[in-house]
């Protein structure tokens, strides 16, 4: 069965950190970028950071640069998101996604964490 499966969010307070884990199964994750989108109330869908299936090269949004750490591992099947100096406004829905890097292009969403960072 093919699907991502995300370590529970939770509430954490301004200035605090918090690591989401991203576990995957049902396919072959080395040949898949990686992504953390993230959904705050009211808004659209966003995406937060982004790695590569081999090389490892990143992206991030600007909103989490210096703060966020994307990384994974192949050998686990698994991706992390490392979140440091948390403020209120990255409150949102977390999700982890799989993009194949070939063809046909194809990928998958797990079902979202909630992450609330609140005092």
């Known amino acids: 069965q093919v699907q991502l499966v995300e370590s529970r969010g939770g509430l954490v307070q301004p200035g605090g950190s918090l690591r989401l884990s991203c576990a995957a199964s049902g396919f072959t994750f080395s040949r898949y970028g990686m992504s953390w989108y993230r959904q705050a109330p009211g808004k659209e869908r966003e995406l937060v950071a982004h790695?590569?299936?081999?090389?490892?090269?990143?992206k991030y949004a600007d909103s989490v640069k210096g703060r966020f750490t994307i990384s994974r591992d192949n050998a686990k099947n698994t991706v992390n998101l490392q979140m440091n100096s948390l403020k209120p406004e990255d409150t949102a829905v977390y999700y982890c996604k799989a993009d194949f890097e070939g063809l046909p292009p194809h990928e998958v969403w797990g079902q979202g964490t909630l992450v609330t960072v609140s005092s």
């Open positions: 790695i590569t299936s081999h090389s490892g090269s990143t």
